[in-house]
């Protein structure tokens, strides 16, 4: 799917649909965004750490790590 750039396919992004939804729901993600445009975009980060992860040598865990940290803080610095 990420090499072929299409959208993704509904059976594959309900259940991330249903846990940002549930995220949505709690006040912790925010409702300005369209939800297609959060689940895709979680997606892409996730391509895009795959890539340059696989070739900087880094295990899966630390890839879905990033891109999970990436998609809910962004690029700001950490806060201690």
């Known amino acids: 799917m990420l090499r072929e750039r299409?959208?993704?396919?509904?059976g594959f992004t309900a259940p991330l649909e249903a846990i940002l939804e549930r995220g949505?729901?709690?006040?912790?993600?925010?409702?300005?965004v369209p939800l297609t445009t959060l689940?895709?975009?979680?997606?892409?980060?996730?391509?895009a750490c795959v890539r340059t992860g696989t070739a900087a040598g880094m295990g899966v865990?630390?890839?879905s790590s990033i891109a999970l940290r990436l998609f809910l803080t962004g690029a700001r610095l950490a806060a201690d």
């Open 6 to 10: 299409r959208p993704p396919q509904p």
């Open 61 to 63: 865990e630390d890839m």
């Open 24 to 32: 949505r729901e709690g006040g912790e993600i925010r409702t300005d």
């Open 39 to 47: 689940v895709e975009s979680l997606l892409v980060l996730v391509g």
